[in-house]
């Protein structure tokens, strides 16, 4: 057992700024600053004493440029989680930590902005990790190709009954129909919409894949000790781990185990890192870039096997507030909005907070798992004082 991250570290304070696809009303860096200080407003520390910033998944917005606009006194710490797009979200974290408990950094903000105007379309990015010429020369163009050939092998060859893929997605648009913040607020949810939408990349149809939203969402992680004196209850990071095992990477497209969503070690070492098991976890935050990837990455955690994945992958077992295991909470990347995840990692600490538009009574835990089927995996667990003490 390795506790290194244990409680040594909390989230004190959240910002996020969401709009529609090529609709934000202010450029990119303007976004995220706006994030950055609503992050801090919610913690009750100035922002110039932000000294600390870690980014993934191709973020353009290099932290010097951000110190004028925040009133930066210090830039301590610059990092960001190389490669594997969504799938460094929660080792962003372990790099924030890992700053601090080392006495590099006091206050380092975890960022993720996207402004398609200004930085592009995600999936050109997404598709610079994931595909090579020998792919590309075989029609294999976009993303949701490559994890559609994933999910048929999930479901041909494992077993695993495609009903998983909708009842995960079912679970998504229930609590992104209760929370006000989701483009998919009181929007009804149903086998018929499903069943009735265009299809992607078989077995994808269009509810099966996460859309692009513009905007940016900070959170502030500081010491543990640091964040008992501010404003909000502190929500402790208790472990992250992040990599990929040999043998993985959508780059050969040739795994040992072709239908997973990569996290064998990650999840591994996570257990391990943080002496919990599965049973221990109140809620999860699941990154679904595709249904049958979030429904793998349950798998992978170890919450089911292939065998008994039907019986877990329920819908009323995955919603809040009676589920054995309520996912997404505010809707997920497919139902709330997808600002490259960084959505998800907010909400598993207002869901510990008791803030979430679809709260789990008495949650001490929250898994936080990054991109799932990238080249390179991430994973965190937060806890509350409720497991703390």
């Given at each position: 057992?390795?506790?290194?991250?244990?409680?040594?570290?909390?989230?004190?304070?959240?910002?996020?700024?969401?709009?529609?696809?090529?609709?934000?009303?202010?450029?990119?860096?303007?976004?995220?600053?706006?994030?950055?200080v609503d992050a801090c407003e919610d913690a009750g520390l100035a922002p110039a004493d932000v000294d600390?910033?870690?980014?993934?998944?191709?973020?353009k917005n290099e932290p010097a440029r951000l110190m004028s606009?925040?009133?930066?006194?210090?830039?301590?710490?610059?990092?960001?989680?190389?490669?594997?797009?969504?799938?460094?979200?929660?080792?962003?974290?372990?790099?924030?930590?890992?700053?601090?408990?080392?006495?590099?950094a006091k206050a380092v903000v975890i960022f993720r902005a996207l402004v398609q105007d200004m930085s592009g379309r995600l999936s050109a990015a997404v598709m610079a990790h994931h595909l090579n010429r020998h792919m590309v020369a075989a029609g294999i163009v976009a993303p949701a190709q490559v994890c559609a050939m994933r999910a048929q092998r999930l479901f041909e060859y494992h077993g695993v009954p495609e009903s998983t893929a909708e009842e995960f997605l079912k679970a998504c648009y229930y609590h992104g129909s209760h929370n006000p913040d989701a483009i998919a607020y009181q929007t009804a949810f149903d086998h018929d919409a499903?069943?009735?939408?265009?299809?992607?990349?078989e077995p994808f149809r269009l509810f099966?894949?996460?859309?692009?939203n513009d905007g940016a969402g900070a959170l502030l992680l500081v010491s543990a000790e640091h964040a008992r004196n501010l404003a909000k209850p502190p929500v402790y990071l208790l472990g992250?781990?992040?990599?990929?095992?040999?043998?993985?990477?959508?780059?050969?497209?040739?795994?040992?185990?072709?239908?997973?969503?990569?996290?064998?070690?990650?999840?591994?070492?996570?257990?391990?890192?943080?002496?919990?098991t599965?049973?221990?976890?109140?809620?999860?935050?699941?990154?679904?870039?595709?249904?049958?990837?979030?429904?793998?990455?349950?798998?992978?955690?170890g919450f089911c096997t292939y065998e008994n994945v039907a019986e877990f992958v329920r819908f009323e077992n995955l919603i809040a507030p009676g589920g054995g295991l309520p996912v997404n909470t505010h809707g997920g990347n497919t139902a709330q909005g997808f600002i490259h995840g960084i959505g998800m990692a907010i909400e598993a600490?207002?869901?510990?907070?008791?803030?979430?538009?679809?709260?789990?009574?008495?949650?001490?835990?929250?898994?936080?798992?990054?991109?799932?089927?990238?080249?390179?995996?991430?994973?965190a667990i937060f806890g509350n004082s409720g497991i703390i003490g």
């Open positions: 057992m390795n506790k290194t991250f244990y409680a040594k570290t909390a989230v004190a304070g959240v910002g996020i700024r969401q709009f529609r696809r090529a609709s934000a009303p202010m450029s990119e860096q303007q976004a995220l600053t706006h994030a950055i600390g910033f870690v980014t993934y998944g191709d973020d606009a925040l009133g930066t006194k210090e830039l301590n710490w610059s990092m960001a989680v190389l490669g594997g797009g969504g799938g460094g979200i929660a080792g962003a974290f372990a790099d924030a930590a890992a700053a601090i408990i080392s006495g590099q499903y069943a009735g939408s265009r299809l992607i990349a099966d894949c996460s859309r692009e992250a781990t992040q990599g990929t095992g040999k043998g993985w990477g959508d780059l050969l497209d040739n795994d040992e185990d072709y239908a997973s969503a990569g996290f064998a070690t990650v999840a591994r070492r996570l257990w391990e890192q943080t002496d919990l599965p049973a221990d976890i109140d809620v999860a935050q699941i990154y679904e870039n595709f249904s049958a990837q979030g429904v793998a990455s349950l798998i992978d955690h600490v207002r869901c510990l907070r008791g803030e979430s538009a679809n709260p789990v009574p008495d949650a001490r835990t929250c898994l936080l798992a990054g991109g799932p089927a990238a080249p390179t995996v991430s994973s």
